[in-house]
């Protein structure tokens, strides 16, 4: 098959698809004009969030036979369409699940122990103990928003901390060893440190809002490590302030381009964005969870095995 790569990824998946028979066009720097131009020929794409896999794109390509986006995600791509066409769609959430674990777990501990305010003050020569007093995640509650891949992965790592894990989802039965699924009205009950592992859909779009904060009985920790358009930047803000989130791990942001590659969609910073910048108690990090050396390699390697144990060696 001849795979069209819209994006710059691991070696080994050229290296393996090339081993396997097939061939490889890279097309990094072609603008999606230039891509379709040949788009007949193309059998197989793979993809990170350079850009939008819509009708016209789909259109445009009849001989496509899948799409692999190395990534968690589906959501650059319209699914139910490319589903109607046939198209195979492959995505690698088991590739950088446990980057994403890491780095909400290290978010926590560094929210909790006042670790970017204390170094900053230090470096300027400040030395204040009592200040940066922090707390201590053990005997607190964990609760955990969308229990797919990266929710267990990230319980998985709480097991070394004496804490109770519970776990939402929308789809029944997924709690495990490592996390008690209960019904969210329990979740709000008791939860005081949240962690969201969900998709970006439709009904997760703006989710954590005013009404959604205010549901919980506790003032909690927030960690966002999902999708930055699942939460409400100005009500965000809004808790913080008012001390119903007590601090907030922020990955992703809801002015993220759909591309993820850069913050703002609009040249200058919204005002919701800019009063979160103020605050103390919000650490950031340029949706960067997932993405570590090891993952790098991992996210390759999975999207390599479901095309091959799909469409098998080339002919």
């Known amino acids: 098959m ?31 004009e230039e891509i379709l131009e ?10 990170r969030s350079r850009f939008y896999i819509g009708r016209e794109f789909l259109d445009a390509t009849p001989n496509l036979k899948f799409i692999g986006r190395v990534g968690a995600g589906l959501e650059s791509i319209d699914v139910e369409y490319a589903k109607e066409k046939g198209i195979s769609l492959f995505s690698a959430p088991e590739g950088n699940r446990n980057a994403v674990a890491e780095h909400a777990l290290g978010m926590i501990l560094s929210l909790f122990n006042k670790f970017n305010k204390a170094d900053r003050e230090v470096r300027k ?4 103990r009592e200040a940066n007093r922090g707390i201590e995640l053990d005997g607190k509650t964990v609760g955990i928003l969308g229990y797919g891949n990266m929710g267990k992965a990230f319980a998985k790592k709480l097991r070394g901390f004496e804490v109770e894990v519970l776990c939402y989802d929308i789809k029944p039965g997924v709690g495990d060893i490592n996390a008690r699924q209960v019904e969210f009205a329990e979740f709000q009950e008791k939860v005081e440190v949240l962690s969201l592992h969900t ?39 809004q808790a913080l302030i008012e001390g119903k989130i007590l601090g907030a791990g922020l990955d992703v942001l809801e002015y993220e381009k759909s591309s993820f590659e850069s913050l703002f969609a609009e040249k200058e910073i919204p005002e919701a964005l800019q009063e979160l910048m103020f ?21 390759a390697q999975t999207i390599v095995d479901k095309i091959l144990a799909r469409f098998g060696k080339g002919k």
């Open 2 to 32: 001849i795979i069209l790569h819209a994006d710059s990824n691991h070696p080994l998946l050229l290296k393996k698809l090339e081993e396997a028979g097939h061939r490889n066009i890279v097309a990094y720097n072609q603008t999606v």
């Open 38 to 47: 040949n788009g007949h020929l193309i059998d197989g794409l793979v993809i």
């Open 125 to 128: 020569g400040y030395w204040h």
């Open 199 to 237: 998709p970006w859909t439709a009904e997760t779009n703006m989710m954590v809002d005013s009404h959604f904060i205010n549901g919980f009985k506790n003032p909690f920790w927030f960690i966002n490590t999902a999708r930055g358009k699942s939460v409400v930047t100005a009500d965000l803000v």
């Open 279 to 299: 605050l103390e108690n919000v650490l950031f990090t340029p949706h960067v969870a997932g993405w570590t050396e090891e993952s790098l390699e991992k996210l």
